[in-house]
């Protein structure tokens, strides 16, 4: 247990250290992927993948149905 934390700790101080260090270009850099990971994980899933099963069906067993029946028919 104690060689995980200590393994966790120098991964830890590796990457702060890398972005600590890091030129300004880095920095933009990385701004930009975070702003893009939010964009396709939190707006796009907001806006288009809504829970259509949660709205139309109650149970598990409706979904699941459901979701059979669309794949064999495709």
Same mark, same amino acid.
């Given at each position: ?16 250290? *890398? ?6 270009? *880095?920095?933009?850099?990385? /701004? /930009?992927?975070? /702003? ?39």
């Amino acid at each position: 247990m104690n060689t995980m934390i200590s393994a966790v700790n120098r991964l830890f101080r590796f990457y702060h250290d *890398g972005f600590r260090t890091m030129s300004w270009w *880095g920095k933009r850099v990385w /701004i /930009i992927i975070l /702003i893009k990971l939010f964009v396709i994980f939190i707006i796009l899933k907001i806006f288009f993948f809504r829970d259509f099963l949660q709205k139309k069906y109650e149970t598990d067993e409706q979904k699941s149905e459901y979701v059979l029946d669309q794949l064999i028919s495709k």
